[in-house]
């Protein structure tokens, strides 16, 4: 069974970083997209950025190009969101979320995602 456990999330003032975990277990990631959405308060879940476990491309949404990156720890079968310059517009609770599919796919697109896990609220003060 898929669990997809985030976590980091917190308060932080404008300007500063956090880093986000998702931590992944029961099954074997290298094939499936991981994705980062989020939703903030009144408003529909959004995407943030996908990559495919054993590629390289990175999809990212453009009000966070330049400023969100994502690493992984295959080791730990953990995905990590680093999150820098943060505005208060990215207070959010954030999911990640994953997808057995190829690697050509890539959806930006939460419908499209099998698995999820419980969210992690960041919150960013101005």
């Known amino acids: 069974q898929v669990q997809l456990v985030e976590s980091g999330g917190g308060l932080v003032q404008a300007g500063g970083s956090l880093r986000l975990s998702c931590a992944a277990s029961?099954?074997?990631?290298?094939?499936?997209?991981m994705g980062w959405f989020r939703q903030a308060p009144g408003k529909e879940r959004e995407f943030v950025l996908a990559?495919?476990?054993?590629?390289?491309?990175?999809y990212y949404a453009d009000s966070v190009k330049g400023r969100f990156t994502i690493s992984r720890d295959n080791a730990k079968n953990t995905l990590y969101l680093q999150m820098n310059s943060l505005k208060p517009e990215d207070t959010a609770i954030y999911y990640c979320?994953?997808?057995?599919?190829?690697?050509?796919?890539?959806?930006?697109?939460?419908?499209?995602?099998?698995?999820w896990g419980q969210g992690t609220q960041v919150t960013v003060s101005s």
């Open positions: 979320a994953a997808a057995d599919r190829s690697s050509s796919w890539y959806r930006p697109v939460d419908k499209e995602y099998d698995y």
């Open positions: 029961g099954r074997t990631f290298s094939t499936y997209y």
């Open positions: 990559i495919y476990w054993s590629g390289s491309t990175t």
